[in-house]
């Protein structure tokens, strides 16, 4: 049998899915459980081998979720938007120890948006993950109790229009 090396390609069936990827990808978290799974050196044995691939009974649709993650090493803040998906990405990143994972999702969450301001003739983008506005404020003005956001632009933004004169 030759040497297991980082650019191997390993093959898993997720919960009757498919997938493949590297030795390389699946270790990017040395502390993770899917790093230790696919260690050579690691006494932790990644699964039951069906039909080529390693069977894992997991939710293939949050590891197609962790794979992207792995790959690029942040998350795609669509997966953090579906809160069904978010949480079930949250028990795959407790199950897989993947800590970088978890907070990855506190950072993309739901309650994170981004205020676009212009003004001046400039334009500054901000990223906000909470906001205090003071009652009577022009902010106040754009987003009430709930934070609903009422003027956002294509791409989820909040718009606070002429906020430094021009």
């Known amino acids: 049998m030759s040497e297991m090396t980082l650019n ?6 997720v919960g009757g899915t498919r997938f493949e990827t590297t030795r390389q990808t699946l270790m990017r978290y040395p502390y993770s459980m899917l ?20 069977f894992m009974d997991r939710e293939p649709d949050a590891f197609k979720c962790i794979l992207s993650f ?8 669509a997966f953090a938007q579906d ?11 407790d199950y897989f120890q993947l800590t970088e994972l978890k ?3 506190k950072v993309c969450s739901a309650d994170n948006f981004s205020i676009l301001v212009k003004g001046g003739g400039k334009e500054r983008l901000f990223k906000v993950a909470k906001l205090n506005v003071k ?27 002429n906020l430094c004169p021009d």
């Not at 790093?35 to 390693?54: T, V």
């Open 135 to 161: 009652q009577d404020s022009l902010v106040a003005r754009f987003v009430d109790q709930d934070r609903q956001i009422f003027a956002q632009d294509s791409k989820g933004r909040v718009l606070i229009p």
């Open 35 to 54: 790093a230790r799974m696919f260690d050579p050196e690691s006494n932790l044995q990644p699964g039951i081998m069906k039909d080529g691939a390693y």
């Open 103 to 105: 907070e990855e999702l």
């Open 8 to 13: 191997d390609v390993v093959c898993l069936n």
């Open 70 to 77: 792995l790959r690029y090493g942040k998350l795609n803040p």
């Open 83 to 93: 809160k069904a998906l978010a949480s079930q990405l949250e028990m795959e990143a």
